[in-house]
């Protein structure tokens, strides 16, 4: 009978097992661990396998992605200028620059039909800062606006109009921008226009600034491009002002327009006389101006400012600078 323990002892009695005769001396004898390298070691020229990882699936994208982006052929003209001007508002811009594009855009939409004025707007000041100067305002075409004024330095959603509208008028009349003191001893006046019969809100299609000043010099009479008498010409008789001639004596003035604008689809109406009647009988309280006692100056006129100026004031408006 065959036991567990029988099997161990047969196990433990056998006999050794014969080693196997030595090779040949002719053989060359190779040691086992040379055919075996550690793990870690590689071949010098075999090519390392390199693991994809998340980055290098992101490189991969990023480039298959730019492959497949579709290029734009430009063409280079120089015989055409990029620069062009707008036949509509008279902004130079360029051409393909995108922030330029949106600025003529907004721009020529404003110096064309002006600017919108909402009924918040007309809340938050009615009573307070908003004075209606003048209602149903009637114009040459036969219809009807109003007039309106507050002051220049005036804050929130109104203040924030008056800028926007300031930034057209002095990109439109390439002027710099008025300075704080200048705000702050100044009225503006609004002309407002309601967009059609149906519609409540209004437009803002005209804009006068009136400003506090003390002294302004007289025009000449004399025409600049031909004059008659050469001796006004030297610096010690006649001063030159955006290309207007005046005496170099400063007179006391109360008033001056620093800046007038009407939207040129809504001009040879009356809108500008209006509003420069406006505020000629409203900027001091109780004391009604005359243009034609040479009580009202305006801050260097463009050429159609200087018509207006020339035929509201019947040659008595003077011509004062600005700070």
Known sequence: MRTYGSRIRKAQTAPPTQSPDPPSSSTPTTMPNALKRPLGETMPN????????????????????????????????????????????????????EEDVALHKAHCSRVQKGMEWSKEEDKEGYGTSITEVKNRVKLNNGRHGRIISFPADVGGKIGTKLSSLLQTVNLCLVSPPLSKPTLQSSKAYLFLLPQDSSSKSESIVGCVIAQRIEVAMEVLEENASDPSDGSWKSPDSAREVAG??????????????????????HRRQGIARALLAAAADTFIPGCPLDPLKSQIAFSQPTGDGNKVMQNWGGGRIRIYEED
Not at 63 to 75: G, M, R
Not at 244 to 265: D, E, H, N, W, Y
Request: charge should be positive; charged fraction near 25%; include cysteine.
């Open 244 to 265: 207007i001639f005046c005496k170099p004596q400063k007179l006391p003035t109360p008033m001056g327009i620093s800046r007038m604008f009407v939207s040129s689809k």
């Open 46 to 97: 075999r090519p390392t396998k390199r693991t994809r990882t998340a980055q290098n699936t992101k490189k991969l994208k990023s480039t298959t992605e730019l492959k497949q982006k579709a290029l734009t052929q430009l063409h280079f003209c120089i015989d055409q200028s990029t620069l062009h001007k707008c036949p509509l508002c008279d902004l130079c811009y360029t051409k393909g620059a």
